[in-house]
């Protein structure tokens, strides 16, 4: 299992959203970060695939933000920024059992995130883009 990073450190687009929440940040978030709910506080707090209450993810960090500060998560849509050169169209996307990232394979808990899907705005003749359904 492979992480899968950020293209450009602390930038995500969002292309499209569908359902999505802000919320104050537990803690210091970042960018392409997956997110779930605090249970104690109600705020955002880093997901990770390594236990059932780590796995619970809402979405993803739209953008990098100190604790205390407020943060979108796009549960449903469309995101670019990440590097996903290394896999297929239609390839899916997992929690990683590092806290705050995604991977290109499953985590201790199965949780897909989303699939690579192609972004088709490129000059003719060139291959498409990359982009991350988000689909939670």
């Keep these: 299992m492979a992480d899968i990073s950020l293209i450009t450190a602390n930038k995500v687009e969002v292309v499209e959203s569908i359902e999505q929440m802000t919320l104050p940040a537990a803690e210091a978030i970042t960018a392409g970060m997956p997110v779930r709910l605090d249970t104690s506080s109600g705020k955002f707090t880093a997901a990770n695939g390594t236990g059932a ?27 670019d920024g990440f590097d996903l050169s290394g896999l297929n169209y239609d390839a899916a996307v997992y929690l990683s059992d590092t806290d705050g990232r995604l991977a290109d394979a499953n985590g201790t808990v199965n949780v897909a995130v989303g699939r690579v899907i192609p972004g088709t705005s490129v000059t003719l003749g060139t291959a498409f883009d990359k982009f991350l359904h988000v689909d939670l």
């Design 53 to 79: 209450a780590e796995a619970r993810i809402y979405g993803i960090a739209t953008k990098t933000v100190a604790a205390g500060m407020p943060v979108t998560a796009i549960r449903q849509g469309v995101m």
